[in-house]
């Protein structure tokens, strides 16, 4: 693909979910615009599907790319397989942290068995809206699940694409100098939060889902790796600057949240923006994304995402 191309296709798909979440909450605030029930609830999952998916799915579509521009085909990489585990069992071993994490943390806010297991879906089973009520909650994942592991996906393929002169990296040096960065950073963030009443037992149960999925990242990239460093660095500062808007932005008081929530979504971005430059696809992080969306977990990369922060 086109540099030039690539790179605009980057700027759009950035633009829109950073900028998009204030134009929205503009829109909303209209007097005909509904704000409670069951309507207000559908337009919150249009204008997330708009936010993250329209821009990405149109531009793949335009571009002739199919699904090798969410970095998912075999060959979406430039380098060979990793070893052992093979992609179902590294799939399922790299979302064992955001599970753990996810059943813990409701567990430990006194949920019960059979919400611990429906996750996000659990207070919508036990709602009074019955069955629409949970089929909106399902169709909320769905687009959470989608929206991240696509917008993700594309602006790591486009950012490796878009950027030729940015300098050649080791993978497996940007996996851990950044990984390390966003662990640094979600410490501080998180430990200036407890003195506002955030929870210990969260922050430590989050912070160690962090690293155990950076370091089962670490462990399945494959050595002598090169690639632009834009392929990991772009989409973390873009998904961060998402979060810090999305939080209220640097004058409206969101910027430690903010930044505590692109930190730990750090592990969910970094996996698939290292994953997808291999030939294992970025499809390996896709149990990942599945777990920490259906638990209402830190980890997401998408705001929309709330969970427990």
């Keep these: 693909m086109d540099a030039d191309d690539a790179k605009s296709d980057v700027i759009l798909a950035a633009a829109v979910a950073v900028i998009g979440p204030a134009v929205i909450g503009f829109v909303s605030r209209l007097p005909l615009v509904p704000q409670t029930g069951v309507l207000a609830g ?24 199919g699904t090798a521009a969410f970095g998912l ?14 992609p179902a069992g590294a799939s399922l071993l790299l979302a064992a942290p955001a599970v753990v ?13 059979l919400t611990v297991v429906l996750g996000r879906l659990g207070p919508a089973f036990w709602s009074a809206d019955g069955l629409l009520g949970l089929g909106l909650a399902v169709l909320e994942v769905l687009v959470l699940i989608a929206g991240a592991f696509v917008l993700v996906g594309f602006l790591s393929v486009r950012s490796r694409d878009g950027f ?31 003195a506002t009443g955030a929870s210990v037992v969260l922050l430590v149960l989050h912070l160690l889902a ?22 990991v660095v772009a989409p973390l500062l873009i998904i961060l600057l998402l979060q810090v808007f999305s939080a209220g932005g640097l004058f409206g008081g969101g910027v ?8 730990l979504a750090a592990g969910v971005v970094i996996a698939i923006a290292a994953l997808g430059a291999t030939r294992r696809g970025s499809g390996v992080a896709f149990a990942l994304v599945v777990a920490v969306h259906w638990w209402p977990t830190c980890l997401s990369p998408l705001p929309g995402a709330g969970g427990l922060c």
């Design 42 to 65: 559908v337009l919150a999952i249009v204008w997330l599907a708009l936010l993250t998916l329209l821009v990405p799915l149109w531009l793949a579509r335009y571009r002739g790319d």
């Design 73 to 86: 085909r075999a060959t979406s990489g430039p380098v060979a397989v990793a070893g052992a585990p093979g």
């Design 101 to 113: 994490a996810g059943a813990v943390s409701l567990v430990v806010l006194g949920a019960g068995p």
């Design 164 to 194: 030729p002169r940015s300098p050649d990296t080791s993978l497996t040096e940007l996996v851990r100098t950044f990984g390390l960065g966003a662990v640094g950073v979600a410490l501080l963030t998180g430990l200036v939060r407890l």
């Design 210 to 231: 962090l690293v155990a999925i950076l370091l089962l990242t670490d462990r399945l990239v494959p050595g002598g790796v090169s690639v632009p460093r834009t392929t």
């Design 256 to 263: 430690l949240l903010g930044l505590h929530r692109g930190a």
